[in-house]
């Protein structure tokens, strides 16, 4: 079997990783690589301090220094590192791609690596593209920012805001795939910076979608999507469900484990497709008893941090903190060990994303005996079955709140004995995913026919 060559955006050292699609890449990866003759070889951005190279078992790993400097992964969204950052990354993959030869299958991953689909696949290799995430389907989110008090609240997105109050919805997939064909002029125009981002990550989008020779999505209700808003990949898309990582064994939590509290975490990228601004407005809408019962951890660094997101997140953390009749621990950004310490002792998920396309926390959560009530966007809607879980509607965006604590209330009102039970059932649910499996769809797709 040849080598493989991987493009990334973000491959930390495994001990070190801590958000879904590094967490997705460094379980993948060694688990992949066990499976070849060959070599995997995974050329990615340098971010903060880690080391330019990596060697593991089968895999090893260079890592390219922009010419902007990325403190952490968040500082690679901002308008000014965006493009020279993956400008960077696109030229050492494909010199890395002439080096090994156009017999190399090519595994590019997330829409930031566009730019390298479109060359390596022009050049004649193939090119299997893995969307851990759509910027169509987050600019659909984003039109929608005005369509409810809730997001107008926590965001601070003028033109997001205009443009979808103007814009019909039923004529926004449609807008989203014109300004994805716009967006290597849009990218350039005089416009807000913000908007600009937009454009130039639309355009990414864009260039995977339509060059890839097959598209390899993170689950069949997220593959659905992205058939729905780029036609194009009909045909030449399949998707895989994730697996689950070794469980545990030191659960942590910040109160002393006491059985007659609903023990409830929420862990996440403190961004807007997260929908933590839903969960603290239902939360805040909970009767004195009921809260009486909750301790809530929040892990991910909720109100702290830089970057396009940085004002919704302190403005969530506000609402958090406001909670006074609930035990609120914001436990920043914690590493992703000490993360499934806390899922271990939790009793509950709280997972209000409004598109998330896995949501590889869901499979993290439930292996180690979490029940979740999560919005029925496409990762939940592929993992999460009742009783152990349970799915909000969240096609209205004015009822999304109100669903959330029908669940919550619901939830509180088991005995611990239910909870239990339903614990064990979730741990069984994951049993049934695996990063075996993952890895041979990933080949198969990588070998082709």
Known sequence: MADILAVVPHFPSPAHSADGQANYLTQLVPILASKLDGHLHVVALRIGE???????????????????????????????????????????????????????????????TGEVVSRLASAGH?????????????????????????????????????????????????????????????????????IKTQFAKLDLERQLVANATSLVAVGPSFEAEINALYPCTVGRSRSVIAGF????????????????????????????????????????????????QLELTLIGGLGTGEGPYSQYSRRVAQAFQDLDQINVHNAGALTHPETLSHMLAADLLLFP????????????AMSHGCCVIASDAAGPADLIRAPWGQTVPFSDPTRRVDGLAERIRTFLSLDRHMVTEHQDQARQAAESCSWSRCADVHIEALMGP
Do not use: N
């Open 50 to 112: 880690q080391s330019a190279h990596e060697d593991g078992d089968g895999w090893s790993v260079t890592r390219i220094q922009p010419t902007v400097t990325l403190d952490d992964i968040f500082a690679l969204y901002l308008p000014g590192a965006l493009r020279p950052a993956l400008s960077a990354l696109r030229d050492a993959a494909v010199a890395r791609a002439v080096q090994m030869g156009r017999s190399t299958p090519v595994w590019c991953h997330g829409y930031e």
């Open 126 to 194: 193939r090119v299997i593209a893995v969307p851990h995430y759509s910027v169509g389907v987050e600019t659909l989110h984003d039109l929608a920012l005005g369509d409810d008090a809730t997001r107008t609240d926590a965001f601070d997105s003028p033109w997001a805001t205009r443009i979808g109050q103007v814009w019909p919805e039923s004529l926004r997939p449609m807008g989203v795939r014109w300004a994805s064909r716009l967006g290597r002029w849009g990218r350039d125009m005089p416009l807000p910076a913000a």
């Open 245 to 292: 990582p070794t469980v545990t064994d030191s659960p942590c939590w910040p109160w002393p484990m006491d059985d007659s509290k609903r023990r409830v975490v929420m862990v996440g990228r403190p961004t807007g497709q997260k929908g933590w601004d839903y969960a603290a407005a239902a939360l805040a809408s909970l009767s004195t008893s009921e809260t009486a």
């Open 353 to 364: 994303s409004v598109f998330e396309p896995l949501g590889l926390v869901l499979l993290e």
